[in-house]
């Protein structure tokens, strides 16, 4: 069997990122010999306090302050020079063939270098994950650090050897960078298929809505989707379940409810037992939200808020019945509730076995 080193933060297991980790890495397990090498330093947090000024220990605050201000491309950044002593051993004790890196931090992409340096043999895959340029996180920044992340996928992503993105629309983007790309998409976890299966539904009294996810600023609003609801006709209520800045949060009014994230199980249930599933697609970039796949096995009418015709997402969801696209306009929106509810009940069966996590994963064979 092949030995295959695979490099990754751990991150939660209910999260898109967590999930597709771990589904990886379990795939790999049966099919290699795997090891995994977790990347598991934390960042310092900075906590500028009375006290630290009056003991005038001003070399470990700017320690501090340089952590958080001057690390690059994230603050994970400064930790790399101490992973790469456990990095070396690790390679060492071995003889891998492969190396496979899963992002993010976005600074683990420098691991390619650092290997290659040394072990010009061993093939280097990196699982982007989420692009890093056009992130959803930096739509709105600066000019000067757009530039500064574009140089560092230019210098770092040379030595690898095949990169593994989300959609074409990345693949066409980072092919002046890597000469070998694949797409393996965010699948559906079993335990979600299985999940929706063994549950029944139940009906509510009222036409309920939920949205789980977070929302950005010029990228992922909620306004006029509020406006929507509050002025509908008809007794509606929407749940929203959310770690969004306080800014997103809406007006208060009995049928709007607005709550903390939680568990994926429980999300599920809310799933279950709503009407319309509301999702709200990104108005630019080519970021996938990782929730559009999720949502297509709950066999539910899907509100599908849009404002980028050319976005991405909709390669995922055209082929699929019960989606309901609308530009987000607040009527517009209003008038899609409305043919919602008119058609509903409606029989649903979306058949996605290509986004099963088995079914995918196997394009794995032909890189590591």
């Known amino acids: 069997m092949k030995k295959v080193l695979v490099i990754y933060k751990p991150y939660k297991s209910n999260i898109s990122i967590g999930i597709r980790h771990l589904s990886i890495i379990n795939f790999l397990s049966k099919k290699t010999n795997l090891t995994t090498l977790p990347f598991q330093y934390e960042p310092n947090r900075i906590k500028i306090s009375l006290n630290i000024l009056k003991k005038k220990n001003f070399i470990s605050l700017l320690k501090k302050v340089y952590l958080k201000a001057y690390s690059f491309p994230d603050i994970y950044n400064y930790y790399i020079k101490y992973f790469k002593k456990e990095l070396y051993l690790k390679i060492k004790q071995k003889n891998y063939k492969t190396v496979l890196i899963l992002i993010k931090p976005f600074s683990l ?45 230019f210098i770092h992503l040379k030595y690898v050897n095949t990169l593994i ?119 630019v970039g080519i970021q996938v939200p990782g929730k559009i796949i999720e949502i297509l096995v709950f066999n539910k009418p899907i509100l599908f808020i849009y404002e980028n015709e050319d976005s991405p997402s909709i390669n995922y969801i055209k082929n699929y019945e019960g989606i309901y696209m609308v530009k987000n306009n607040h009527k517009k929106i209003s008038e899609t509730i409305s043919t919602i509810i008119s058609e509903y009940p409606k029989q649903i069966n979306r058949d996605i076995g290509k986004y099963y996590w088995r079914s995918i994963l196997k394009k794995l064979y032909h890189v590591i």
């Open 109 to 153: 992409i420098k691991i390619a270098k650092i290997i290659k340096k040394k072990y010009h043999n061993i093939n280097i895959v990196i699982d982007t994950s989420d692009p890093f340029l056009k992130n959803v996180g930096y739509q709105n920044t600066n000019i000067i650090k757009k530039l500064r992340i574009k140089y560092f996928e």
């Open 165 to 283: 993105v989300l959609n074409k629309e990345g693949k066409e983007y980072y092919s002046k960078y890597v000469e070998k790309i694949i797409i393996i998409e965010q699948g559906v976890n079993d335990k979600i298929i299985n999940y929706n299966k063994s549950n029944t539904i139940k009906k509510t009294n009222k036409f309920k809505l939920i949205y789980g996810g977070v929302f950005y600023k010029h990228l992922r609003e909620p306004f006029e989707l509020y406006k929507s609801i509050i002025c509908f006709e008809s007794d509606i209520k929407l749940s929203i379940y959310s770690r969004s800045p306080k800014y997103f949060h809406p007006p208060v009014h009995e049928r709007i409810s607005y709550k903390k994230p939680i568990k994926q199980d429980e999300l599920f249930n809310q799933y279950l037992n709503c009407d319309i599933i509301v999702f709200i697609d990104n108005f």
